[in-house]
């Protein structure tokens, strides 16, 4: 079997390019670093560490890539594959659907054989999203012969994959824990089942309790650590003040999950410490720069923030904690992240209440904007003081 993965970077090697190889597929990355495309070519082969006391490692072997540049390559690539799979980014979605487009266009000349096209990003509605700009660039008559033969299948992933320190560019270090999910009510009849992947009919209550409270807690440290110099995740939480202030972040949306999911308290009380033990793990070193980056697309109206704030808000709560993280957000001022250096400059250029609105799409005379305004001021008086 031969599964076409976009993305060789970390996440693509650490994470699904090894579960997708210990299922049995041969895995062909396509990615547009030369270096990396080059090397897993020559080596076909890499190394996974995982991120605790033994430091286990894996090998994976029997991969190779393609130049994602070369739409020709990546074209017959999709057209001959088994799966394809993606963790690039959900802004690079947009970036990689001509050569997907042109693959299933060959797929269905050739009468080719049913395929699962399954973005595993950050983001709701992923491979959805995916399909939308695909099918754009397929005619009408295409995409309904698309319909049904190709399915795009929404997913939630959740492993954390810190920046690589290594000697060897193709060796990753990533944590012990992962999770990928997948909805099985979007997948063609017949579909082959890969190992590892837990299948449900309702992605919804996963990828929302994924992403607000993994990637709500992880940029909550994040920001509120950059607001107190630390450079670490872990050096954040080994603050009380900052674990504690996280832990009620996750409570916060762990309050709304609950409401809307109807999820049993006590057990998302142990999925909120096991989380935090995640991000306390001693043989991870993960920087607050990277968990931070790109505050501009986690400010975002469906993303980690602003979707459970509003939820909350909706459902008569009122969302404090996810407001101050939001706040503090906007304090972000890594020179190196042009997202972060764009909200100075609109700080700048339209004022505190403008950005707020511009980025969260939220008004002002909403509460919830009242309330980021307000942790905004009261972090600056603590920053100037």
């Not at 033969?149 to 560019?169: G, K, L, S, T």
Request: charged share 20%; aromatic share 8%.
């Amino acid at each position: 079997m031969k599964a076409v993965h976009f993305g060789a970077g970390n996440i693509g090697r650490g994470f699904i390019g090894l579960l997708l190889s210990q299922a049995g597929y041969e895995v062909i990355f396509s990615d547009v670093n030369d270096t990396l495309v080059e090397l897993l070519q020559e080596r076909k082969t890499y190394t996974v560490r995982l991120a605790n006391e033994a430091q286990e490692t894996f090998t994976v072997s029997g991969v190779t890539a393609i130049n994602g540049k070369n739409l020709e390559d990546v074209a017959e690539a999709v057209a001959q594959a088994d799966l394809v799979t993606t963790a690039v980014g959900v802004n690079i979605l947009k970036h990689i659907a001509g050569g997907i487009a042109k693959g299933i266009e060959r797929r269905i000349a050739s009468g080719a054989a049913p395929l699962h096209i399954i973005a595993c990003e950050n983001a709701i509605g992923g491979s959805t999203q995916l399909k939308e700009h695909v099918y754009a660039l397929l005619s009408e008559e295409l995409r309904a012969k698309a319909e049904t033969v190709v399915a795009f299948p929404d997913a939630a992933v959740d492993r954390i994959v810190p920046i690589q320190h290594n000697e060897d560019p193709l060796e990753v270090t990533v944590e012990p824990f992962y999770e990928w999910v997948v909805d099985e009510s979007q997948m063609l009849e017949g579909f082959t089942r890969i190992a590892g992947v837990h299948y449900v009919k309702t992605l919804e209550p996963y990828i929302e309790r994924k992403l607000f409270t993994v990637n709500t807690g992880h940029c909550s440290a994040a920001y509120l650590g950059y607001l107190q110099g630390y450079a670490t995740i872990q050096e954040a939480m080994a603050n009380p003040q900052i674990a504690s202030l996280v832990r009620h972040v996750m409570h916060e949306t762990g309050s709304i999950l609950i409401k809307k999911h109807d999820f049993e308290l006590a057990q998302h009380e142990i999925y909120i410490d096991k989380i935090l033990q995640r991000f306390t793990n001693p043989y991870l070193i993960d920087d607050v720069a990277r968990v931070g980056r790109s505050p501009i697309r986690k400010l975002s109206l469906n993303d980690r923030l602003v979707r459970p704030a509003m939820q909350g808000y909706e459902l008569g709560m009122t969302p404090s904690y996810l407001t101050m993280v939001m706040a503090a957000a906007l304090l972000f001022k890594d020179p190196a992240d042009p997202e972060a250096v764009q909200i100075q400059s609109d700080l700048h250029e339209l004022g505190l209440a403008g950005t707020i609105t511009k980025y969260t799409t939220i008004g002002e005379d909403h509460p919830i904007h009242l309330l980021i305004r307000t942790h905004y001021e009261q972090f600056k008086q603590t920053v100037a003081s």
